[in-house]
Each structure stands twice: as structure tokens, then as C-alpha cells.
């Protein structure tokens, strides 16, 4: 059995790998904030497995072990949950353009800390008191970064389903598996350390890279699938923005005359390369509802009324920039 769930994790690690290759290229081909912030997050995911997979080797091949090797797992474990819960959190906002404010990063970083310094010193005391055992400390290691990171999990599924309709579908479908996926095994996952924090159980079930290579699976089928549709898009914008050889520095100087957010120069530039409402969504990956607010808020700032007044407008200050 133990043999069995060490090449589940080796399984796991090759879906992470395809998934990670895949989408790092996805992400150079369309330059996506959310691609990006998805890819650091699943790196995150993928070193939460190895600490994971340590602390399960220690547990299952190791009887005799020095504690700081449980500082070592712990600490893993929780750095790693932290920035998955972070990036995967930015993605989100990210695509529906909601920027995290510093007084809210400042209160997860915080918490997060608070979390871990105290998960560390009741380790530590408990431990040099003789108050729980080693097997119990070994349990721990896991056991106190699971529940941290399953509570910024169900925040994250809370946030994603108040919003689902704010997506746009291929991407909606996406966070409809992780959401499936989530709901099944997290509550598994808490339940099965439970049971062995308090020796109910001893059947060593590892959910983490069950997880794992689910989530990733879903990832290579979504990038895949996205990869297919985009070429055409890219290939068109890319073609009509080489009319602008300093395009980079005549946008940012458009931006901070009209005060544009960095989502609403996305969307002129994509505006001012003919692209339509439809495919400037399939482009970014939102809704064409969540365009239309952005072009309207557009207008409303360079004082123009439709797509000609602001395609004449970038014009006109290009060829007198």
C-alpha cells in the first residue's frame, strides 16, 4: 500500500509538470495576468506536494527523526499553502479586474504569520513536554497547514461561485470542475487527519495528490482547448499593433492623459486593432458583458461617444505624438 502511494505521487508529479510546461506557454502566447498568477499558484500547489510527500515518507519509512525536521515539513507546508491560497485568489480578481487593496494583503499576510508562529511554538511545547507523541507530531505537520489552507479554499469557492456569471464560459467550465473537485475532497481530506490525529483511523489515504493531479488534469484540457481558439486572435492583433512601432511608450502616455486603468488600455488596444467585443472577451478571457462596461467607461473618460470617435482619437494623438 505504501509502495502504491508513492507512485501516486510520482503520477501527480508529471501532471504538474505537463501542466506547468503547457501553461507557460499559454501564458507567453497571450500574456495573461491570470495565466501568470494560475502558474505561480500551481507551482505553490506543486511544492505543497513535495512537502507533503515528505512528511508522508518520514511517517511511513522514518520511526526515529530530529524535530526540526518537523519545522522543516511545517514550515513548507504552510509557505506553500499560503501562496496558493494568494495567487490563486489574484487570478480570480484578476480576470473580473478587481484589484486586492494593500489593507487586505496586509491582514492575509498577518493572519498567516499569526497562524504559523503559534502552529510552531504549540508544536514545539507540546512535543518537549511530552504531551503528544511522535506520531501525533508527525500528524500535525500536515494536519495545521490543511486546515489553514482548506479555509482559504472556501473562501475561494465562496468568491468564485457569487461571481460565476462573471466569467466567460471556457473558463467558467474550468472553475466548475475545481469547484466539484474541491467540495469532494477537502472535506475528505480534513476528515481522513482527524481520524488520524486521534488514532481512529491508520489507513494512510493521501488526498493531496489526488487533488493535485485532478486540478492539473483539468488545466492541460483547459489550456489545450484554449490554445486551439486563440491562435487566429493573436495572430490578428499582433498583426495590426506592428502598425505602431512604439506602441508600449504612446499607450502609456494615452493611459496617464486619460486616466485609464491597465484593463481599460488593454481593451483600446485591442479596440483600436479592429478586434470586436466578442473576440476582445475570447482575447482576455472575460465576459463580453465585463467589455462592454469597460468600453463605456472608456468613452466616459476621453469624452467620445463610439468605437470611431475612439479609434479617430488614438489616431489623431499617435500621429502627433
Known amino acids: 500500500m505504501k509502495h502504491l502511494l508513492l507512485f501516486l505521487y510520482f503520477i501527480s508529479y508529471t501532471s504538474g509538470i505537463g501542466a506547468i510546461t503547457l501553461g507557460l506557454f499559454f501564458y507567453i502566447k497571450t500574456k495573461s495576468l491570470y495565466v501568470k498568477y494560475i502558474l505561480i499558484a500551481d507551482i505553490a500547489f506543486t511544492s505543497f506536494l513535495f512537502f507533503d510527500n515528505l512528511n508522508f515518507y518520514t511517517d511511513i519509512f522514518i520511526h526515529r527523526f530530529p524535530f526540526w525536521m518537523n519545522i522543516v515539513k511545517i514550515l513548507g507546508l504552510t509557505l506553500s499553502g499560503i501562496l496558493i491560497i494568494y495567487f490563486f485568489t489574484l487570478s480570480a480578481y484578476s480576470i473580473l479586474n478587481i484589484e486586492i487593496s494593500k489593507h487586505k494583503k496586509i491582514i492575509y499576510f498577518g493572519l498567516s504569520s499569526i497562524f504559523f508562529i503559534i502552529s510552531i511554538s504549540s508544536l514545539y511545547i507540546l512535543y518537549h513536554l511530552q504531551l503528544i507523541s511522535e506520531l501525533a507530531a508527525v500528524h500535525s505537520c500536515f494536519f495545521l497547514p490543511n486546515i489553514f489552507t482548506s479555509i482559504g479554499i472556501i473562501y475561494d469557492v465562496f468568491f468564485i461561485i457569487n461571481n460565476l456569471d462573471k ?16 467540495c469532494i475532497i477537502t472535506p475528505m481530506s480534513i ?3 482527524v481520524l488520524q490525529y486521534w488514532h481512529f483511523s491508520s489507513l494512510p489515504i493521501a488526498y493531496s495528490p489526488i ?15 484554449n490554445l486551439q481558439q486563440t491562435p487566429n486572435i493573436l495572430i490578428k492583433a499582433e498583426f495590426e499593433q506592428k502598425k505602431i512601432s512604439n506602441e508600449t511608450h504612446f499607450f502609456d502616455d494615452f493611459s496617464n492623459t486619460y ?3 491597465q484593463r481599460e488600455i488593454e481593451i483600446t488596444k485591442l479596440v483600436s486593432s479592429g478586434l470586436s467585443n ?3 472577451a475570447e482575447n482576455l478571457f472575460i465576459s463580453a458583458n465585463t467589455v462592454r462596461n469597460h468600453i463605456y467607461n472608456i468613452y466616459k473618460k476621453t469624452g467620445i461617444k463610439n468605437r470611431y470617435e475612439l479609434i479617430n482619437l488614438i489616431s489623431t ?4 505624438h
Open 167 to 182: 466569467f466567460n464560459n471556457s473558463i467558467r467550465q474550468f472553475l466548475k470542475v475545481l469547484i466539484i473537485l474541491t
Open 191 to 193: 476528515l481522513t487527519n
Open 211 to 225: 487533488e493535485y493531479f485532478l486540478f492539473n488534469l483539468s488545466a492541460l484540457i483547459f489550456v489545450k482547448k
Open 259 to 261: 486616466n485609464l486603468t
Open 278 to 280: 466578442q473576440e476582445i
Open 317 to 320: 494623438k499617435y500621429h502627433n
